[in-house]
């Protein structure tokens, strides 16, 4: 028999659902996936492995298992229906999304809309309405890990260890990039100081964290300067919101430009994506210094342009204590050292201003991740262009994304460089048993501040 203590979770050999279970086991301190079957742990996995896993919980093999079922076709079990709708799902506890879903006819729900029942409870076994590759880092995912949240504990007959409420929030390329300059996409100096005092006071009233991706240096008249030439107001604004607290700053590289590409008449933003190691390093060492001296504080943390990183960029990165921000996957958050984002930048299925699926994936434990180019979600506008909803249109030219998302309630924005912290004290935790253990100290299950104390009777 397995070690229970170093696994809680099983995905058959090959499943789509490893990466999630991977994923879980990380984010709750369930352990690693096992790769065989165990009387103590819960199964994972798609339709296709769905009779493997009844026949393994029904032979005591498995204590419970957890089967995607998204998609079209009938569900093994009595008393359920599987169909698909496409529309706005309004959950109880609050939240609605767009998308299309697959719901359960029954009365067995354990997550339900008003489209339908989207996970449903048959002893041991949950059947969830989602396809394996499909939810994770998706806004309308949320109710997936509060079915997993509520099913796993009963089955397993022990604790999930959850993160605290907290969330990270970031706008890239501000005030402006080299990339702008030469698309003609910039904007002006006095424009961009509007806009960094206007995001500090809008997370400083609530106080909340904003984190910013800046590049070093710009163009002016056709040579590489610093940043703050460019834009000196907005980059002072800038360094206001860092003094006062409300503002982060990331570090986002040097140029935000390929300079070998430019110099032959081509644009390519990608500027870490073939960098060695050492050349990395150099423009790091130029970018991270340039931003604690302007901006008044070292950046906790990098982000490449559209995550373009080289073997090399995330290496040189790691010798100067970067952290580096990845691409939205199923998997654990802290990755060789480096934070995995959580939800995709589109916020795909995101219904009108209703933020509250962010509250309720904070409430499960797994921090959202939201980040702007400009002061509402990319494809927002085009969404709400006539003749689909022209009101939407209005209300967010009055009040943009950014400014409305710190003050989601149940939701504590974080800087970049507690949220490296608070995730590497998570990765410390070992449960064995009903017990926790994290450096030496025993039964502590809550969260206070960014380590923990022992929980009531405890």
Known sequence: ???????????????????????????????????????????????????????????GKLAGAAIFRGGPGPVQGEGVVQREIEGTANFSGG?????????????????????????????????????????WGRLGGFWVLESLMEFLPGVLERPLVLLPPVGVARIDDVPGTALQQVRGTAKGDRAQAR?????????????????????????MDGERVALDRVWPRAVAGLRAG??????????????????????????????????????ARRRL????????????????????????????????AADLGLPAWLPPMAGPL?????????????????HAFDFRPLSRFAAS?????????????????????????PVMLARLALKRDIYRVPGIEGVKWLGAGDYVDLLEAHERIRVRGASVEI????????YDGWGLRPASGS
């Not at 509402?376 to 006539?386: H, I, T, V």
């Open 285 to 316: 060492e130029i970018a991270a210094p340039w931003q604690e001296r302007v901006l008044g504080m070292k950046p906790p943390t990098f982000v490449a342009p559209a995550w373009g990183y080289s073997d090399g960029a995330l290496r040189a």
């Open 1 to 59: 028999m397995n070690d229970i203590s170093e696994g809680r979770l099983y995905a058959p050999s090959g499943s789509p659902t490893k990466p999630i279970a991977s994923a879980l086991g990380w984010l709750w301190r369930l352990g690693p996936v096992l790769g065989k079957p165990d009387p103590q742990a819960v199964g994972l996995g798609d339709r296709e492995e769905e009779s493997e896993l009844r026949s393994l919980v029904a032979e």
């Open 439 to 446: 450096s030496g100290a025993s039964k502590a299950l809550l």
């Open 195 to 219: 806009l960094s005092a206007a995001i500090s006071r809008a997370f400083a009233r609530h106080d909340a964290c904003l984190n910013v991706a800046v590049p070093a240096e710009a163009l």
């Open 95 to 135: 939240g609605r999304v767009d998308g299309r879903f697959t719901v359960f006819d029954g009365n067995s729900g354990v997550s339900c809309s008003t489209v339908g029942n989207h996970a449903v409870r048959q002893e041991s076994i949950l059947l969830l309405g989602a396809v394996p590759d499909d939810w």
């Open 334 to 350: 802290l990755e060789a050292g480096n934070v995995r984002e959580t939800l995709d930048p589109a916020l795909s299925g995101l």
């Open 365 to 389: 434990g797994l921090p959202p991740t939201v980040v702007f180019h400009g002061r509402s979600l990319d494809p927002r506008p085009q969404g709400f262009l006539p003749p689909r909803d």
């Open 242 to 279: 860092v003094e006062g607290g409300a503002i982060e700053p990331v570090c986002h590289g040097l140029l935000h430009l390929v300079p070998e590409a430019l110099a032959e008449g081509r644009v390519d933003f990608l500027e870490f994506s073939q960098l060695d190691r050492e050349e």
